[in-house]
């Protein structure tokens, strides 16, 4: 399994629960969310001030995976 991050903030449903994908959260290559949508994840980590703002950047380094519905 390899590390994918978002380009952009998404929602996807997984099953019947629906699954909040920030920009530049982290997600495994099996992650039902990059199975599911493989074109909106990168394999570079986001870089603060080009890819994500520094709020952004700050919150990823505490909650690497972002936030989820």
Do not use: C, W
């Not at 890819?51 to 936030?67: H, Q, W």
């Amino acid at each position: 399994m390899a590390a994918r991050y978002a380009a952009d903030t998404f929602v996807i449903a997984i099953g019947t629960a629906s699954h909040l994908v920030q920009k530049g959260s982290l997600r495994d290559s099996a992650h039902p969310a990059v199975t599911g949508n493989p074109g909106a994840f990168v394999t570079a980590a986001p870089v603060e001030g080009k890819d994500v703002d520094a709020k952004t950047n700050g919150r990823l380094k505490a909650y690497p995976s972002g936030t989820e519905l």
